[in-house]
């Protein structure tokens, strides 16, 4: 099971839905800023598997449900399907190979195997689950490369690969159809060339609303005086003329990536300074009849965010626990705005979890560049000490009970990334002995480990919060916010 769902999603299977398929796992990939090599890859094994699975199942699929997530940080991809099982799947997959000569048909299972040999194949008689671990990336800034020339794309190959995510075109016209749904650290562009120039191209780029700060190199033979002022007063990065040397340019590239980062985080500094929580700091521990909350958070209210409001009458209290997706001053900042929104609905009167969720998935599908993401977690406390959680791309919730460890992984996936979400909640009664611990994912940046967990059995419910929130497992960077859950007779002597 996936600890951390970020995106799922269920689809009709037959031979022309395919196209569909891949063009909602692009945009899914694309708003998760995956590598545009990773992305490509993912695309193409579900499209492989899944016409094997129309064109070897005996009982054919009717559906197949897609699902990214995280396992103990490590990124997982899986295919669900509800046709007949293969019980040759995985030999099948692991023996196929691609072929010394080149052939047009019958790769898939070798492509399968190829790109994501970490996988294993399950069936019962409900389903039928190919789950892919995929490869740990280390992350290189993504460079769009543009020039007509074939030659000069493979020598950028060959300069740039081992240091960066390359995106190669010879079109200018493609790179700005991939652009235009896609994102990149830099720009480098041969300069004059058939259908577009380099100058006309830039001006293009420029105009899509999230590329007007990308870093601009030029490439040309072109030393003429008039050209390189030219390049000037268009006010890009950089010029560098062929043949290009490789240190020079693995050195241009660096200074220029840098001097625009620096920039950026000024900037995104300066938005964070003017901007203030909403909500002052929730206190560190809260009552509610015999139900005690420990609550934890640093920093208050940025990149992660929390809201309380208590019982009144008939409703339930409620907890609710957002993170925005992205890291730095500027995540922080959409942070706040977002914790604002939630608390003008609930300021509103919506109450509800469901008509909550529903709202603001729909609030941040229609936010300018389509690319703001939430993890939010609702918890309401009834008056008979029921709890009901609704994850939405949240890391799952720890239920301990001294004896047992239960991960609470029912999970709708991220808020703002997708259109069909299934908003249901996992429901607990609060007994003794059983404390509940929710969380963002800064304090797992690396799993808990088996003998963590197990050794929080043998401490009071109070201790368990301390010692989850002192879990040296945490990130340094990210923020970070534990939630823990329990009724006071629950201590241990």
């Known amino acids: 099971m996936m600890n951390q769902i970020l995106f799922k999603q269920t689809f009709s299977l037959d031979y022309d839905k395919l196209k569909t398929i891949r063009q909602w796992l692009k945009a899914q990939m694309n708003k998760l800023n995956l ?127 081992h240091h960066y995510q390359l995106v190669l075109f010879s079109k200018p016209c493609e790179a700005l159809e991939w652009l235009a749904h896609s994102r990149c650290d830099m720009v480098i562009t041969n300069l004059h060339m058939p259908d577009i120039d380099g100058f006309t191209f830039r001006d293009r780029v420029t105009q899509l609303k999230h590329c007007q700060s ?32 490789k240190e020079k340019l693995l050195t241009i590239l660096k200074r220029v990536l840098k001097r625009h980062s620096t920039l950026a985080s000024v900037f995104e500094k300066q938005l964070l300074d003017q901007m203030t929580p909403y909500q002052a700091e929730l206190p560190q521990k809260i009552i509610i009849r015999d139900i005690t909350i420990d609550i934890n958070q640093d920093p208050i209210n940025q990149g992660d965010f929390l809201l309380y409001r208590e019982p009144k009458g008939n409703n339930p209290a409620m907890i609710i626990l957002g993170d925005n997706m992205g890291h730095g001053p500027l995540a922080k900042a ?92 996992t429901e607990i009664h609060l007994t003794s002995h059983l404390s509940i611990h929710c969380y963002s994912d800064g304090l797992v940046h690396h799993p808990m480990t088996e003998n963590f967990i197990h050794r929080l059995n043998h401490h009071s419910a109070h201790k368990r919060h301390q010692e989850i929130w002192h879990n040296p497992q945490q990130s340094s960077i990210d923020d970070k916010t534990l939630i823990s859950i329990y009724r006071e007779t629950s201590s241990i002597p």
């Open 35 to 161: 590598s545009y090599e990773l992305s490509q890859n993912i695309i193409l094994v579900c499209n492989e598997y899944c016409v094997n699975l129309l064109a070897h199942q005996k009982k054919k699929a009717s559906h197949v449900e897609l699902k990214y997530g995280l396992r103990n940080n490590q990124a997982r991809f899986e295919i669900i399907d509800n046709g007949s099982h293969w019980q040759a799947m995985t030999k099948s997959i692991q023996s196929a190979t691609l072929p010394e000569e080149p052939v047009c048909n019958k790769l898939g299972l070798a492509l399968i195997n190829t790109y994501f040999p970490d996988f294993k194949y399950i069936f019962s008689n409900s389903k039928n689950i190919i789950r892919f671990n995929l490869p740990k990336l280390k992350h290189k800034p993504q460079l769009l490369i543009v020039d007509d020339s074939p030659s000069q794309l493979a020598l950028f190959a060959t300069f740039l690969r």
């Open 334 to 425: 959409n942070g706040i705005g977002w914790f604002g929104y939630i608390a003008g609905l609930l300021d509103a009167g919506i109450e509800s979890p469901k008509e909550m969720c529903r709202i603001l998935n729909q609030q941040l599908l229609s936010a300018k560049n389509n690319r703001h993401m939430i993890c939010l977690m609702i918890i309401t406390i009834n008056k008979d000490n029921t709890l009901n959680i609704y994850n939405a791309g949240m890391p799952s919730a720890l239920q301990l009970n001294n004896s047992n460890v239960t991960f609470l992984n029912e999970n709708m996936g991220l808020l703002g990334i997708n259109n069909q979400i299934t908003i249901k909640p």
């Open 214 to 245: 990308l870093p601009f190199i030029f490439i040309s033979g072109d030393n003429k005086d008039t050209t390189l002022l030219e390049a000037a007063r268009a006010g890009i990065d950089d010029y560098l003329t062929k043949p290009l040397d």
